[in-house]
């Protein structure tokens, strides 16, 4: 199954790729390594989570939040690769920073709504190092950010 028949029996469509808000590149390809740069949950334009997690935006939001910055992410590497996803040979490494207030300490399981999606989507292929890192605070006051390391074909 094509990744994103994968995605769409999941529930989910991948966006246009987002543009970059400040001088940096979406995309980085070195070998059949993909950088991408951090991602903050954006859909339809608007940011899904802002603040701090739990103080200004609930855990199970900043989950859902660090989701949709996988699939903008993925959109990046659809853009990157040519306009399939089909070009994923692994997804290497994620970097979730989560917006936190000074006594969380649920940055993993807010990860794992990035961690499970791509599992979901790539199987074992989407079995990835990540770090979860608490912040206190993200550009445009987002409550989560993840980066990605992605090989491709």
Known sequence: MAFEDRLAELGHELPAAPKPVASYVPAVRTGNLLFVSGQVPFKDGELIATGAVPDACDPERAKDAARQCVLNGLAVV??????????????VRLGVFVNSSPSFTGQPAVANGASDLLVEVFGEAGRHARAAVGSVSL???????????????
């Open 139 to 153: 550009p445009l006051g987002a409550s989560v950010e993840v980066e990605m390391v992605v090989e491709v074909a």
């Open 78 to 91: 659809r853009e990157s690769i040519g306009g399939s996803l089909d070009g994923v040979r692994r997804i």
